[in-house]
């Protein structure tokens, strides 16, 4: 039997902005320490009797984020899969299953979202393994929080008969969200838990399962599989083939519908971080009862979530409050309303505004880029490119660019002139011309761009070459 984390990553969590943004969403961000959410789920693993390389799922968006995380970890993965467009759980696991049962026929997926909190591994390494256990004799096993108070914001899973003595059980059925009363009840009746998201299961069961009471997800994703290609780092499904597959969850597609589910009770604190509060109530606090990031002062202030990352918050008289700072957006909301930050993205969505996408510092697969300032028919940005990268050769139809050297070494294409650039020394690109910027050297290259012209959206961009495949 060979363990393969099959890791999810999806969503916005919009919940979590500004921190959280369409671009760099929630599993990316370093909340409880140094390492990303989706790094910690990486490394849940380690340890465990044959476990093996993960397998991420994720969108086009996010694919060199994934990488780069999953590299800073000294890991390999065994495939980043990418999907088209977002089809919700059930066909991102069929595309997983499928490359996992035809690389080997033991294979039992340990099946996990990238952006939840677990702290205590070996708890959790030891209910993987007692899934495992049932997931080979054909159960599809998810796992079950004991639950310790009336939570309205989680499903909840009834459990039914328990299996052969082995501490876990069948599942009766799953519950959506309750209201406090109902969500007491279960908590005091002892039958139900929370409902973590996780799954242990065989790939070829699951394949069984799919095509037994979803076989449309099953034929879409076995086409858009035998239809992809493999693209460096990472695995695409076709397109066309993809977008016929009906969007479904893995509960709704198969787990309440099949008669081999099971749960294994997980007796050990696990949050899913889907808003502010959920980060205060999982933080160290302090003797206030506050949780404080970066570079905040307080006076009379308690209960409250305090995170600064540009500038100083001085927070005075605050009770029960969340102060979010970033270098483009400031939250303020009270505690008991944190499920409400998403109405705040949804209004940036409708003026079409770029804070719920983007940070003011952009990452791209070559480095980073950093609005500095801007105006009518000009903007300044701050690049950093890093060793050994280039930027894709391109021309703009809109703007002309001026690039100075902070530190380090720049390539230079300008037309038919290919030349170095070192620091305190700048080029000029017209409009029109086709460049390219690439980093030969060992550190970090910074430049200082100032672009000029009428138009100067990210969208004026003509690529004929690029390394990272982004040529349409």
Same mark, same amino acid.
């Given at each position: ?39 910690? /789920? ?184 035998? *239809? ?22 893995i509960d709704y597609a198969v787990m309440e519908k099949t008669d081999r589910a099971a749960v294994v009770p997980m007796e050990t604190h696990w949050s899913d971080v889907g808003s502010w509060s959920s980060i205060w109530e999982v933080s160290e606090r302090d003797e206030d009862g506050n949780v404080a990031r970066g570079d905040v002062l307080t006076h009379d202030t308690k209960n409250s979530l305090l995170m600064?990352?540009?500038r100083c918050i001085a927070a005075v008289g605050l009770d029960n409050m969340i102060v979010v700072e970033t270098a483009d957006a400031v939250l303020v909301a009270d505690k008991r309303n944190s499920q409400d930050v998403k109405s705040i993205v949804s209004q940036l969505k409708a003026s079409d505004r770029e804070e719920y996408r983007f940070h003011s510092r952009v990452y791209r697969p070559w480095g980073d ?27 703009? *139809? ?28 700048? /080029? ?45």
């Amino acid at each position: 039997m060979h363990y393969y984390p099959v890791i999810l990553s999806g969503g916005a969590g919009s919940r979590l902005w500004p921190a959280s943004r369409e671009f760099y969403p929630k599993p990316m961000l370093p909340m409880f320490g140094k390492h990303t959410l989706l790094q910690d /789920t990486t490394t849940r693993l380690d340890g465990v009797d044959s476990v093996q390389s993960p397998l991420f799922v994720c969108n086009e968006e996010h694919r060199f984020l994934v990488a780069e995380q999953v590299r800073a970890l000294d890991k390999e993965a065994e495939a980043i899969m990418l999907e088209p467009e977002g089809r919700n759980t059930a066909p991102a696991l069929t595309l997983a299953a499928l490359h996992l049962a035809g690389k080997d026929p033991d294979a039992v997926m340990v099946v996990m979202p990238a952006d939840h909190v677990i702290p205590d591994r070996a708890s959790f390494t030891e209910t993987v393994e007692r899934g495992g256990e049932l997931a080979q004799k054909g159960y599809l096993v998810t796992f079950g929080v004991v639950a310790d108070k009336p939570e309205t914001g989680y499903g909840y899973i009834n459990r039914g008969k328990e299996i052969e003595d082995s501490g876990s059980f069948t599942v009766d059925r799953f519950v959506e969200k309750p209201d406090a009363t109902t969500a007491q009840g279960y908590v005091d009746s002892g039958d139900y838990y929370w409902n973590s998201g996780i799954f242990v299961m065989r790939a070829d069961r699951w394949l069984e399962e799919i095509g037994k009471y979803q076989p449309d997800i099953l034929a879409a994703c076995r086409v858009a599989m035998e *239809h992809g290609k493999s693209d460096a780092d990472f695995l695409r499904a076709d397109k066309s083939a993809f977008l016929e597959s009906p969007s479904d969850s893995i509960d709704y597609a198969v787990m309440e519908k099949t008669d081999r589910a099971a749960v294994v009770p997980m007796e050990t604190h696990w949050s899913d971080v889907g808003s502010w509060s959920s980060i205060w109530e999982v933080s160290e606090r302090d003797e206030d009862g506050n949780v404080a990031r970066g570079d905040v002062l307080t006076h009379d202030t308690k209960n409250s979530l305090l995170m600064a990352d540009q500038r100083c918050i001085a927070a005075v008289g605050l009770d029960n409050m969340i102060v979010v700072e970033t270098a483009d957006a400031v939250l303020v909301a009270d505690k008991r309303n944190s499920q409400d930050v998403k109405s705040i993205v949804s209004q940036l969505k409708a003026s079409d505004r770029e804070e719920y996408r983007f940070h003011s510092r952009v990452y791209r697969p070559w480095g980073d880029y950093e609005g500095i300032d801007n105006g009518a028919r000009y903007q300044v940005k701050r690049l950093t490119v890093k060793p050994g990268a280039q930027l894709s050769l391109q021309m703009h *139809h809109h703007r002309a660019e001026h690039w100075i050297v902070v530190s380090g070494t720049a390539k230079v294409t300008r037309g038919d002139d290919v030349f170095m650039l070192s620091e305190n020394e700048s /080029t000029y690109i017209p409009l029109g011309t086709t460049h390219r910027l690439e980093n030969p050297g060992n550190i970090p290259l910074e430049i200082i761009e100032v672009q000029s012209g009428s138009y100067l959206g990210e969208d004026d961009i003509v690529r004929f070459e690029d390394v990272y495949n982004r040529v349409e």
